[in-house]
């Protein structure tokens, strides 16, 4: 499975971006598909996830009511829409996939066997 991210950019406090993150392979089967951010010379922490049989869907703290995630069926895309930015939203963003059967919590990246590349989201102030 290969999981290519983008829709990244610089956009001023306010503003808005929505990232995309296709999965492709033929051996696609997953659980949850989520968004991890990592700021420089910060840890990489989680964002938001999906569960992508059932659509519930979590938040960190941080971005509650301001980012929403979604997804794609057929096309193997999970979306996050990204509102009311401010700058310390500013980080490489990464989308994950995780495999059924993985025992770790949504929100730890542990779960997570597949990443994409990351994409760049700078918001200036």
């Known amino acids: 499975v290969q999981l290519q991210a983008s829709g990244g950019g610089l956009v001023q406090a306010g503003g808005s971006l929505r990232l995309s993150c296709a999965a492709s392979?033929?051996?696609?089967?997953?659980?949850?598909m989520a968004w991890f951010r990592q700021a420089p010379g910060m840890e990489r922490e989680f964002v938001a996830a999906?569960?992508?049989?059932?659509?519930?869907?979590y938040y960190a703290d941080s971005v509650k009511g301001r980012f929403t995630i979604s997804r794609d069926i057929p096309k193997k895309t999970v979306y996050l829409q990204m509102n009311s930015l401010k700058p310390e939203d500013t980080a490489v963003y990464y989308c994950?996939?995780?495999?059924?059967?993985?025992?770790?919590?949504?929100?730890?990246?542990?779960?997570?066997?597949?990443w994409g590349q990351g994409t760049e989201v700078t918001v200036s102030s």
């Open positions: 392979g033929r051996s696609f089967s997953g659980d949850f």
């Open positions: 999906i569960r992508w049989g059932s659509e519930g869907t």
């Open positions: 994950a996939l995780s495999r059924p059967g993985v025992r770790a919590s949504y929100n730890s990246a542990r779960k997570y066997d597949y």
